[in-house]
């Protein structure tokens, strides 16, 4: 799985923002904030990856158990699909 | 050829229907063009695909320069914000809010409450520029919707206010986070990834630089009356 679109992120409003570009003519860009667990699993994403490789990157990343983190990548996967932002 | 001065920046525009000369009248100039805007057919088609209703080809012509004109902003310390902005006392409040929430409704009371004092700036679609010294200011732009209300001028931006109908009439004030949120979706963000992240950028300074608040309107004069005793009260 990857990351449909080109994305941008940037801090706006002290909150982290990824806005999906290059979808034409739509005035209303794509976006969803960032947390930081978000941050890694987006960049992640970046390229083609698994759920699994995304779960070892959060571990290595963050204190937490490996339930804890599947949980996480779980939950913001299905907030990307719902906004039809993977492709898989 | 159309040369125009807006927010500042001279832009020169070739077009073929008479609608955009017509629309950019009080903004002529002689200036030299920092920048070119060509609209093609394919742009013209674009708008008309996006435009609810029956729309000419001129008029999608105008909104694809002015799609066109946004994304050279960034480059002058300057974005596009949809909102209604007035002018009172000097200083300038923006309105933003989803389409149908009511701005103009909204404006058109704080005229009624206000009177005279009250001048627009523009209806719908203004340009926030950064002056040298850190202040938004909000200018006018021939872009003003349905209503047509604008003005050729430039006024120091003190507060952008987002409008939410409510039951009762009551303002508080607005987070960055909520700001960010509300008005990323009130901007246009350009094509490539360079337009995108300099206008992220503009918006995150504008949202450092003015007073947020949140605005739960009733269509009643009462609203008008909320909001500029909040807005204008507590301001030298």
């Known amino acids: ?88 | 050829m159309l040369k125009i001065s807006v927010a500042g920046i001279v832009f020169e525009i070739e077009h073929t229907y008479p609608h955009i000369a017509a629309q950019c009248a009080s903004y002529l100039c002689d200036g030299e063009p920092s920048h070119t805007v060509r609209v093609t057919p394919e742009m013209i088609l674009r708008e008309k695909q996006a435009a609810t209703g029956e729309v000419s080809d001129g008029y999608c012509e105008s909104l694809a320069a002015y799609r066109e004109i946004s994304r050279y902003l960034a480059r002058h310390d300057a974005l596009l914000l949809h909102s209604a902005v007035i002018e009172v006392n000097g200083r300038a409040i923006a309105f933003s809010a989803r389409s149908g929430t009511g701005k103009s409704t909204h404006i058109r009371l704080w005229k009624r409450v206000l009177g005279d004092c009250v001048r627009i700036v523009n209806g719908d679609k203004p340009i926030i520029r950064f002056r040298n010294d850190g202040t938004p200011i909000a200018y006018g732009t021939p872009w003003a919707g349905k209503e047509g209300w604008q003005r050729n001028v430039g006024v120091p931006l003190q507060s952008i206010v987002i409008l939410r109908r409510g039951e009762t009439d009551r303002i508080l004030p607005l987070s960055k986070e909520e700001a960010a949120l509300e008005l990323l979706g009130q901007i246009l963000i350009g094509e490539t990834e360079g337009e995108a992240a300099a206008t992220m950028e503009m918006l995150d300074r504008l949202i450092a630089s003015v007073d947020l608040r949140v605005l739960y309107c009733t269509p009643t004069e009462e609203a008008a009356r909320v909001a500029c005793r909040a807005l204008l009260e507590n301001k030298e």
């Open chain 1, 1 to 88: 799985m990857k990351l449909k679109y080109g994305f941008v992120v940037r801090e706006v409003g002290g909150r982290s923002v990824a806005v999906a570009i290059g979808a034409r003519g739509a005035d209303t860009p794509s976006m969803i904030t960032l947390n930081d667990s978000g941050k890694v699993i987006w960049q992640a994403l970046g390229r083609e990856t698994s759920v699994d490789e995304i779960v070892d990157r959060l571990m290595a990343e963050f204190d937490v158990s490996r339930e804890v983190a599947e949980i996480d990548v779980i939950k913001f996967l299905d907030t990307l699909r719902s906004g039809g932002l993977l492709i898989e």
